[in-house]
């Protein structure tokens, strides 16, 4: 994924409950968000009334052990609500809550559950308008089998492509494919990736590179970050031999790009075991022609153009996840393996700022050209096998939905 942040995302909320009836007692299912409530009122629970639940519009729940949030319900004046460091199995109950304002959920873990509402909870609260602070957790079984990935299969007249959904990082474990990933390429004449890197100039490109992600006008990371992160940072990659005045001269884009480096440099998973780089070996041990769907430039161009504030909000979450690096990577991978186009849906939809806006423009230059491998006049059969970052091939806005919108008809590369 352009993982970004696969690296992955940062997602929030905080809440605690209080139910209560005039002359009745107030109950909760889960007894550590009652003992909030009524610390925060200050009284007895036989004493609340729903003229007391009104009176609360800021709550503060971090670490209380909270697992349940049914009967928040009844706090309807609440605007602040801190839920940082609790276990919330279900998040629904915030959706009723029409006064709240922001909402602090610390960690938040997603699974594969079709049960798990989370994801449609956390939608609704951001289509409210409210202000979320989470960190989005991935939490996913080992996948049994070979690996299927997001895969799909579009036919026009006498031309074919496969479309998969690559993760550029891994290790052997993300091996063997499914036979049916591996039977579509043995067919495939042409392979298609967003870069062919056997074509790039390694000295031209570090020089592009490094141009677009310093500071070029005597601006400094240093100004544009707080003095905490900047210290962290400092530590994190000086322990590598980057000195302190480079760092200071890097652009946060080109940051978060260097500290992901080096932690995956301490996880075994390296890019030699990605989906796009075993294809392309592949295709270069057979002889077969590669074509880049994108350049090394609209890339770069992709990182280091998006505005500062959230190149910095990008950087700071890539900080916080620093420790975690090689888990995250790890339920990544078990996400990947079990094809689970419904998670990844649902993390493309997650971002809607800068990101998402250059994702689909990129996504629509890209189905351009997959359109033109489809319908370019030739009287021969042509397959492609194309290998995309995973997000590209998920939602209305990705290839797979343009496609669709144009016609085409788009089918599960994996036969059942």
């Known amino acids: 994924m352009t993982f970004k942040k696969i690296n992955l995302i940062g997602m929030f909320f905080l809440l605690l409950l209080v139910s209560a009836c005039s002359s009745e007692t107030i109950s909760f299912e889960d007894e550590s968000l009652e003992e909030v409530v009524l610390e925060e009122l200050g009284m007895e629970s036989e004493d609340v009334t729903e003229e007391n639940l009104a009176t609360i519009d800021s709550l503060d729940a971090d670490n209380s052990n909270i697992t349940n949030l049914e009967g928040i319900q009844s706090l309807q004046t609440l605007e602040s609500l801190n839920l940082a460091g609790n276990e919330i199995e279900d998040l629904s109950p915030l959706s009723s809550l029409d006064q709240l304002e922001n909402v602090h959920l610390g960690t938040v873990y997603i699974t594969a559950d079709e049960n798990d509402t989370n994801w449609q909870t956390i939608e609704e609260l951001e289509e409210q308008g409210l202000e979320l602070d989470a960190s989005v957790r ?213 971002d809607d700022g800068y990101d998402q806006i250059a994702m689909d423009e990129r996504d629509l230059d890209m189905a351009d050209q997959i359109e033109d491998f489809l319908t370019e006049p030739s009287n021969d059969e042509e397959t492609y096998f194309i290998v995309v970052g995973a997000l590209h091939l998920v939602g209305d806005e990705s290839i797979v939905g343009l496609l669709e919108e144009r016609g085409y008809d788009v089918v599960d590369g994996i036969s059942n």
């Open 138 to 350: 991935l939490s996913f079984d080992e996948h049994e089998g070979p690996s299927e990935g997001v895969f799909y299969q579009v036919e026009e007249g006498d031309r074919t492509a496969y479309l998969l959904g690559s993760i550029h990082a891994g290790d052997e474990d993300l091996y063997p494919l499914h036979e049916d990933i591996e039977t579509a390429f043995d067919s495939a004449d042409h392979l298609a990736v967003e870069i062919d890197i056997s074509d790039i100039n390694e000295i031209e490109s570090s020089q592009t590179i490094m141009q677009q992600g310093m500071y070029m006008d005597g601006s400094a990371l240093s100004d544009q970050i707080s003095e905490e992160s900047y210290e962290e940072i400092v530590a994190y990659l000086s322990a590598f031999g980057i000195p302190e005045q480079m760092i200071d001269q890097f652009k946060p884009w080109f940051v978060s790009m260097m500290l992901a480096e080096v932690a995956m440099d301490q996880t075994n998973f390296t890019a030699e075991y990605g989906i796009d780089m075993y294809f392309m070996d592949k295709a270069n041990e057979e002889d077969m022609p590669i074509t880049s769907l994108e350049s090394l430039e609209k890339q770069i161009e992709f990182l280091s153009s998006s505005p500062e504030e959230e190149q910095v909000d990008s950087l700071e979450a890539t900080i916080a996840e620093l420790d975690n690096y090689g888990e995250e990577l790890t339920q990544m991978m078990r996400l990947w393996r079990s094809g689970n186009e419904e998670v990844f849906t649902e993390l493309r939809n997650f």
